[in-house]
Each structure stands twice: as C-alpha cells, then as structure tokens.
Antibody, heavy 120, light 106 residues
Framework: EVQLVESGGGLVQPGGSLRLSCAAS????????MSWVRQARGKGLEWVSG????????YYADSVKGRFTISRDNYQNTLYLEMNSLRGEDTAVYYC?????????????WGQGTLVTVSS | SYELTQPPSVSVSPGQTASITCSGD??????ACWYQQKSGQSPVLVIF???KRPSGIPERFSGSNSGNTATLTISGTQAMDEADYYC?????????FGGGTKLTVL
C-alpha cells in the first residue's frame, strides 16, 4: 500500500524557517515525480513545488520561488520542503502527493498533511 | 499565469445528476483531473486524463473536457458525495488548481 506521511509542521515566527518531511513507502520512490500542495484554512488547494524522480529538476509556484527549496533523498525514500523567510500567508496545511504517471495522471495519493502556522 | 475557474457552489438532490464545470483558456488542449475533498480529509483523485477513473472510484463519477471547459458529472448523486471538488491541469511545468466547488446534496 502506498503511504505518504508528512511531518515537521509547527509554529514559526515571521521570517523564520522550517523543514517539512514526507516519508514514502509502498512504491519505488525514485521513479516518481512528487509535489507539495498547501491549503490555507477554509481556502482552496495551491500547488507549491514539484521535483522529478531523480531530483535533478525542480519546479516552484511564483509565490514561493526563492524562499522554498524542494529536495528528496531516494535512499531514505523521503521528500523535503525547506521553507525560509516565512510569511503569514504561508500558514496552511502542507500535503505531499505522488504523481502516479505522466502529467495527465494527476496526484495520487496524498498524505494526511502537516500544519504550518506562521505567527508572532 | 494560467487560471482555472469553478463555480463556488453547486446543489443537487439525492439521486439526481450533478455537474461541476471548470473553465480555462484552451483547457480542452490540456488534460484535466478532478479531486474530491471531504471535510477534514485529504484530497482524493476521482478523475484523471479528462475522463479516467482511478480504481476504487464509483462509476457514477465521469468527466469530459472540450474547448475551454472541463466537466465533472456525478450521476445518481449520494449523500456521501457531498464534498469540495477541485479541477486541476498542467501549464508550463506547473500544477494549477481551480478554486474549488462545494457540492451540497440536499
């Protein structure tokens, strides 16, 4: 069974940093593109970042470019999101998700999410 | 940047057909996916590649995509289908989501 388990969320002050992790199991992790998607309370889904299976290609939403860094450890089957210069508008539940195939295949499954709160 | 537009809410009576639209410039030339998110839960993929259902998704869920509009159709809507639904497409190596539609079954 494919499982994605996020961790690392918490309360951080504006301007601070946080690193999220997503532990993957049940599939050959290095073969799949992975993404981070966030959702502010009561709001819609916002794609944050994606990374190729090898980790050599990374993609970012304009709202986080230059502040967030996505990476992966294919030996530890773990996806990361390093978040710097955090702002109040970054407060959200952060989900990791697997791209099961090509760009037409969607994101499936999703983890349970980890809450990031940026506040003083 | 590319935008996808959904109606904020749709209401349907139990047993009837619900249609949720998603509009975007030349969306029909891209592939659309749909996600269901029930209250307090993570999103679940219900349609990919415009009209394909992942295993485990009931046959009452179907999708289409043409022109500037993708449509998610739920036939014989059940109370358990009440949820938020999001469309999604790719554009320039980025994932784009619609704003979401709250489906109310009443």
């Amino acid at each position: 069974e494919v499982q994605l388990v996020e961790s690392g969320g918490g309360l951080v002050q504006p301007g601070g940093s946080l690193r999220l992790s997503c532990a993957a199991s049940g599939f050959t992790f290095s073969s799949y593109v992975m993404s981070w998607v966030r959702q502010a309370r009561g709001k819609g889904l916002e794609w944050v970042s994606g990374i190729s299976g090898s980790g050599t290609s990374t993609y970012y939403a304009d709202s986080v470019k230059g502040r967030f860094t996505i990476s992966r450890d294919n030996y530890q089957n773990t996806l990361y999101l390093e978040m710097n210069s955090l702002r109040g508008e970054d407060t959200a539940v952060y989900y990791c998700a697997k791209h099961p195939g090509d760009y037409a295949s969607g994101l499936d499954p999703w983890g349970q999410g980890t809450l990031v709160t940026v506040s003083s | 940047s590319y935008e996808l537009t959904q109606p904020p809410s749709v209401s349907v009576s139990p047993g009837q057909t619900a249609s949720i639209t998603c509009s975007g410039d030349k969306l029909g030339e891209k592939y659309a996916c749909w996600y269901q998110q029930k209250s307090g839960q993570s999103p679940v993929l219900v349609i990919f590649r415009d009209s394909k259902r992942p295993s485990g998704i009931p046959e009452r869920f179907s999708g289409s995509n043409s022109g500037n509009t993708a449509t998610l159709t739920i036939s014989g809507t059940q109370a358990m289908d009440e949820a938020d639904y999001y469309c999604q497409a790719w554009d320039s190596s980025t994932v784009v989501f619609g704003g979401g539609t709250k489906l109310t079954v009443l």
